[in-house]
């Protein structure tokens, strides 16, 4: 069962905020998306921390709104968040992602986004979900009847 999370101004603010540092450490590092992905990373660092900030509001955890940590830990505990623009689009596992982590999708756009599911690493690593999508690297796109209902109490109790 999915859950929908409505961002706050201020939520957004602080998200944003995030973002905005995440992109400029990026420049500052002069590192290239490493997923082939040749846009501005403005929008997509932005509406990242906001699905961070979704989740960890949907679950009732602290978000630290971290930059620079890439794979260490998660993006809001352990977890990894996943936010997609779209409605119908799947959760993405990437060829550097851990087997072990906690994928989760969150969609939608500022300020409003719905939590899907879950789904460990491992899992979603299925060979008839690799594919390439807009002449980008392959990765695992998890369909969302794949993902199981996440709730606080597994959070808390660990995933």
């Known amino acids: 069962m999915s859950v929908k999370v409505e961002l706050s101004?201020?939520?957004?603010?602080?998200?944003?905020?995030?973002?905005?540092?995440?992109?400029?450490?990026?420049?500052?590092?002069?590192?290239?998306?490493?997923?082939?992905?040749?846009?501005?990373?403005?929008n997509v660092h932005i509406e990242g921390a906001c699905g961070e900030l979704a989740v960890a509001k949907a679950l009732g955890l602290y978000w630290t709104g971290s930059v620079n940590s890439f794979k260490c830990g998660g993006d809001v505990g352990?977890?990894?968040?996943?936010?997609?623009?779209?409605?119908?689009?799947?959760?993405?596992?990437?060829?550097?992602?851990?087997?072990?982590?906690?994928?989760v999708l969150v969609t939608g756009r500022c300020p409003t986004y719905e939590v899907i599911g879950k789904i460990i690493g491992r899992k979603g690593k299925r060979d008839e979900w690799r594919r390439c999508h807009g002449g980008r690297q392959a990765a695992w796109f998890v369909p969302h009847a794949a993902l199981s209902a996440i709730d606080e109490r597994e959070v808390t109790g660990g995933l």
Request: negative net charge; aromatic residues 6%.
């Open 78 to 103: 352990a977890i990894q968040v996943r936010t997609r623009s779209r409605a119908d689009y799947e959760l993405i596992i990437r060829d550097d992602d851990r087997d072990e982590d906690v994928f």
């Open 9 to 42: 101004l201020h939520e957004v603010l602080m998200a944003a905020e995030v973002g905005l540092m995440r992109q400029i450490a990026a420049i500052k590092r002069k590192l290239p998306d490493r997923n082939g992905f040749e846009g501005a990373g403005w």
